[in-house]
């Protein structure tokens, strides 16, 4: 596989479940990404690592909970989630954080009921 | 601070008609611009970038996109749509002093026979 793939696409669960979104990207990139996209709102960036490391969380819910375990993967571990947290969750990587382009992959579409 | 406009939050065009997306962004400097565009179910995928250089930057896909600093504005053209041109488009403003990326709304383009 090429790019970055994302799993599961579609996701529904009960506020009292626990789930993870899964991000693997086949780039040879050193940065990825996690980013909320609610309808007819900007992208949210929610969280940033570079070379495994977190270098930045936006202030995101404690609900969510990222984990990079190597540089071409990333996961968002989910639990206790509102409704108001279903949207489309995208990964993407770039070479590095800096001036450099993103790569998205396809999202998650997370439904909490 | 930083913000990106895309005025317009949904545009029909006629297949074979031309297309132009408007995004005017706030930031002191010279940025790094991007757009995106998005169909259904499916992640961002980079249409064009401006970094330096030549101010009219091509794209895939036919787009193109002039980057006018005296009015802070990154338009998205396109002579002739085709209706595969029918999704959701982002503009996206690099800042290039600490290289926060920051999103449009979007701008939705319908295109009808």
């Known amino acids: 596989e090429t790019g970055v793939t994302q799993t599961p696409r579609h996701l529904v669960m009960g506020m009292t479940n626990k789930k993870s979104l899964k991000c693997e990207q086949h780039l040879g990139h050193n940065a990825m990404y996690w980013y909320k996209q609610s309808a007819k709102k900007p992208l949210e960036l929610m969280f940033v690592?570079?070379?495994?490391?977190?270098?930045e969380n936006n202030s995101v819910p404690s609900r969510f909970s990222p984990e990079c375990p190597n540089s071409s993967h990333l996961f968002l571990h989910l639990h206790t989630l509102q409704p108001e947290d279903s949207a489309l969750y995208l990964c993407?990587?770039?070479?590095?954080?800096?001036?450099?382009?993103?790569?998205f992959g396809a999202g998650s579409r997370l439904t909490v009921l | 601070a930083q913000s990106v406009t895309q005025p317009d939050i949904h545009i029909t065009v006629s297949e074979g008609a031309s297309l132009e997306l408007r995004c005017n962004y706030s930031?002191?400097?010279?940025?790094?611009l991007f757009w995106y565009v998005q169909s259904p179910g499916q992640g961002l995928q980079l249409l064009l970038k401006?970094?330096?250089?030549?101010?009219l930057v091509q794209g895939i896909k036919g787009f193109e996109a002039e980057f006018k600093r005296s009015q802070s504005s990154f338009n998205l053209r396109k002579p002739s749509v085709h209706w595969s041109d029918a999704a959701e488009y982002f503009c996206a403003v690099l800042r290039s002093n600490d290289y926060k990326l920051s999103f449009g709304a979007g701008t939705t383009v319908t295109v009808r026979a």
């Open positions: 690592y570079n070379f495994k490391e977190q270098t």
């Open positions: 930031y002191g400097a010279t940025p790094y």
């Open positions: 401006y970094f330096s250089g030549d101010t």
């Open positions: 993407a990587s770039s070479q590095n954080t800096g001036a450099n382009v993103l790569t």
